[in-house]
């Protein structure tokens, strides 16, 4: 049985007191032992940003990688070793700013990966600029008053449903419960889960505070919403204001992932299949195409 | 009569079938026991354009292809236009009866016309997209070349479409190959004739490249479409299910060779393949490769650049880009194959080398060199000879063994740090793309542990550099003057080397493949021997020759110099050495 201790860390965060990826990491780490996940059945990708350094903070196979990167380099570990947990955590400018091509293709192609954003709409390890889901208006030292940010924020939900995710969830680190069962259900999910965490930055984003989003965040489950309704799901993809709906936002179960489509995969993880040894008519066959 | 010595090109728009018409006369000849050099020149275009296939034949094996051209098969009037001032004294030109030609021009040139009825053959008997076939078959005839071979290719290239299609074919190409050998075959010097000898292949630096990768245990190959790079994650993927591979275009260059760094991270031999522009979008992933020590192929297929350049025209102009790509410093090892037997080599070396000291690997070829044919005794493509080693990657029985506390950056003697694959409870690690601890912690400001981890990194070059190969000698042990290339420049230099002594011991080579590290002490003591040496590359800086003065402080004496997009030819070579050795280096 797998036991919360497995995943203690001895290295000393350098995050923030109170910032809301504490609440990330806690929540992640119950989600693994709820699941039965030992260690090194996970492997955890992320870029580069504060959250980033999260697998530090825990005992897990990690993957600390570029900023922008860690979905390319999470798919490319799971075609290669599909009995592997991978999962993606990493900011949001990470995801939707220079990651954003790959955010869309991860998704569409359905790579069986599960993505965990820490949204905290600011950038907060390079000291406070506006970030690709930050407000319109939101004044930083990149967008300063008085227009502040000039384009409109990235709506991430319906950006992932456009892109045709099969999963997406939406999350607060404030509600550890809530945020451990999305967690559960995201790495549950066959194909590529998409959990959006909104997550206060103490120190560079006063607007989006604790206590703002506990006043405003509601749990969709509990109003009998109902996940599998693509066009219910856009609708509520651009509900942002004075409530916010948090939970699994849309889900189509039973798709085939993109592993399950490749052939070379059927025979199991590409990584246990070894060194392929060659044979005759191999050697035979490579010749007689050039021959 | 001059028999089996001959350049033959075939030219043509694009959509015409250009490239299959000379890939299978390339095929029909190798099967005559013939051995052929075969340049493959295309236009960044789907339709319309001029491309063109040039094949060199000859009884001996050969390295580079020739300026000059025997037999001119112009399937549009363009290809006439641009290629006649390349036809040789008895050289003559096949093309359709009805096609625009300014005959007067040619015949007063000396030019032999051979216009046969190609089209009005094909759709006799068949239909008129067999008017290439009817070309092969009139060519074939001209040359007097036994018709059975083109049969054969056409036999092999038509089955899936079914035996009418094929007996069609066969009979267009013997009605264009007996008028052909009636009409002009007695007017035309230029004969092919069959030889006894062992089986060849014939095949590209590109293609080699993938046999050697996958006999070398390549299973992952992630990419982005890029010409000249293209053709090598098309082969892997139409190979993937038959050899046990997985391919993925990307989205981008990036994610491409990402996904290959989280393959290799989980085990997996992988690669990826780009050019230039490709390539300047890795970069950064690159450094991540090496700052994680994880193993990894980067075929990089130069182009002419810069930006987009000249897409389908060729340069060695990335050299020094590859030696330096990425901020901060990291181990690399660069190989330049210069053949299509050291694309091959290169192929499956590359793996063991990204795995033994854990870090990329970039093979560097070049349009030239991708798109070249040439025929190779299947013997020296000794698929048994490929050696797999995977350096110190722990087994599973080795990981079993040990007790808590793995260090996946261990220091070391050789700074090669055993090397477990995530999914073992006693091997749980992080890969750290910032610097880290043995244990791969981050550890940003550490300066001790900093100044460790960096000689650590370092040393592995150390170790490295014992195998890396100094450069092959081509040619007299000693000689007035002495080539040094890389690279692609290998064949036509040593064409160059073979016409230069027919009167007498003039001149050798040094061909470099194995760029960086350099063995710097063994390269300056083989330099020392040298009397007056001439640098040949296809860029316009010379960038090898500064590389070479930087780590040996020898001055290459003359450079020869091209980046018109064009291939070397020995021609070229030798034109601009009776001009005075070319540019001052």
């Known amino acids: 049985m797998a036991n919360i201790k497995d995943y203690a860390s001895p290295v000393r965060s350098t995050w923030c007191v109170g910032c809301g990826d504490y609440g990330i990491l806690n929540s992640l780490k119950q989600a693994l032992v709820k699941m039965d996940l030992e260690p090194h059945e996970v492997l955890i990708v992320t870029g580069i940003g504060c959250g980033s350094k999260l697998p530090d903070y825990m005992t897990v196979n990690g993957y600390t990688s570029l900023h922008g990167r860690p979905i390319p380099i999470a798919q490319g570990i799971h075609l290669a070793n599909h009995d592997l947990k991978v999962i993606v955590v990493a900011g949001d400018g990470d995801t939707y700013g220079i990651g954003g091509n790959h955010f869309i293709h991860a998704l569409r192609r359905n790579a069986d990966i599960t993505i965990i954003v820490q949204n905290n709409a600011v950038y907060g390890l390079t000291k406070g600029q506006y970030s690709p889901t930050s407000p319109k208006g939101f004044p930083t030292k990149t967008s300063p008053p008085p227009t502040g940010a000039i384009e409109p924020p990235v709506n991430p939900i319906a950006l992932a449903l456009a892109a045709g995710a099969t999963f997406i969830a939406r999350s607060f680190s404030g509600n550890p419960p809530h945020l451990t069962d999305m967690i559960v259900a995201a790495i549950s999910h066959q194909g590529c889960a998409l959990l959006d965490v909104l997550q206060p930055c103490v120190t560079f984003n006063r607007d989006h505070s604790y206590d703002f989003y506990r006043q405003r965040v509601y749990n969709v489950e509990e109003e009998g919403y109902d996940p599998s309704n693509r066009e219910v799901a856009w609708e509520k993809s651009s509900e942002w204001g004075d409530r916010i709906p948090i939970g699994i936002l849309y889900m189509v179960e039973g798709k085939p992932t993109y592993e399950d489509q490749v052939t070379t995969l059927k025979s199991g993880p590409l990584v246990k299949q070894g060194l392929r040894s060659w044979g005759e008519s191999d050697y035979e066959a490579l010749e007689a195409e050039f021959t | 009569m001059i028999k089996n010595n001959m350049t033959l090109k075939i030219g043509g728009e694009a959509g015409q079938g250009v490239e299959s018409s000379g890939a299978g006369f390339a095929k029909a000849l190798a099967r005559g026991g013939l051995h052929l050099f075969g340049w493959q020149d295309y236009m960044s275009r789907i339709r319309g354009g001029h491309n063109f296939f040039q094949i060199k034949v000859s009884d001996r094996p050969l390295y580079s292809h020739s300026d000059e051209v025997h037999l001119l098969l112009a399937l549009h009037p363009e290809t006439i236009d641009r290629h006649k001032d390349e036809i040789a004294t008895g050289g003559g030109i096949v093309y359709d009866e009805n096609l625009n030609v300014d005959h007067d021009y040619l015949k007063e040139k000396g030019i032999k016309l051979f216009p046969i009825p190609l089209l009005k053959i094909a ?80 095949i590209n630096g590109n293609h080699a490249l993938c046999l050697g990768a996958v006999l070398g245990g390549c299973r992952f190959v992630s990419a982005y479409p890029m010409t000249p790079a293209t053709p090598i994650i098309e082969w892997m993927s139409t190979h993937a299910d038959r050899y046990g591979l997985v391919t993925k275009h990307s989205e981008d260059e990036i994610a491409a060779i990402c996904m290959a760094i989280g393959a290799s991270h989980a085990g997996v031999r992988a690669m990826t393949a780009t050019s230039g522009g490709g390539f300047s979008l890795m970069v950064e992933a690159l450094g991540l490769a090496g700052m994680t020590e994880t193993p990894l192929v980067v075929v990089e297929v130069q182009r002419a650049g810069p930006s987009t350049g000249m897409p389908t025209r060729t340069e060695q102009g990335d050299l020094l880009f590859m030696i330096h790509a990425s901020q901060g410093e990291f181990p690399r090892i660069v190989l330049a194959p210069g053949s299509v037997e050291e694309c091959f080599y290169a192929g499956w070396r590359a793996f063991n080398l990204a795995e033994k000291y854990q ?21 020296d493509f000794n698929f048994k000879s490929v050696e797999l080693d995977r350096g110190e990657l722990l087994t599973e029985e080795a990981v079993d063994q040990l007790s808590e506390g793995y260090k996946r950056y261990a220091i070391t003697d050789t700074g090669i740090s055993p090397r477990a694959l995530p999914g073992h409870p006693n091997t749980v690690f992080v890969a750290c793309s910032d610097e880290h601890t043995q244990d791969g912690h981050f550890e940003d400001e550490d300066p001790d542990n900093r100044i460790q981890m960096v000689e650590k990194r370092f040393r592995k070059m150390e170790v490295a550099l014992k195998e890396m190969r100094t450069p092959t000698l081509y040619g007299p042990q000693e000689a007035e003057f002495t080539f040094v290339g890389w690279g692609s420049t290998y064949g036509p230099v040593r064409e160059t080397v073979d016409r230069l002594n027919e009167g007498g011991n003039k001149a050798n080579f ?6 960086w590290p350099l063995p710097e002490d063994k390269i300056s003591h083989l330099l020392e021997t040298t009397n007056h040496i001439i640098g040949v590359e296809s860029n316009s800086t010379g960038q090898f020759a500064k590389f070479l003065r930087t780590y040996t402080g020898r001055k290459i004496d003359h450079q020869i110099l091209r980046y018109d997009g064009q291939p070397l030819s020995p021609e070229y070579i030798l034109t601009k050495l009776q001009v005075g050795g070319g540019d001052h280096g």
């Open chain 2, 123 to 202: 759709e006799e008997t068949g239909t008129k997209i067999m008017a290439n076939t009817a070309a092969l078959g009139a060519t074939a005839g001209i040359t007097e070349y036994d018709f059975e071979h083109i049969a054969s290719v056409i036999r092999d290239n038509f089955v899936k479409k079914g035996q009418e299609v094929v007996n069609t074919n066969l009979e267009v190409a013997r009605r264009a190959y007996d008028l052909g050998r009636e009409r002009y075959a007695a007017d035309f010097d230029f004969k092919l004739e069959t030889v006894k000898a062992p089986a060849r292949m014939v």
């Open chain 2, 359 to 379: 870090c990329p690997v970039i093979i560097l070829s070049d349009t030239f060199l991708a798109n070249s044919l040439r025929t190779v005794e299947c013997r």
């Open chain 2, 510 to 515: 040094l061909h470099f493949t194995d760029i």
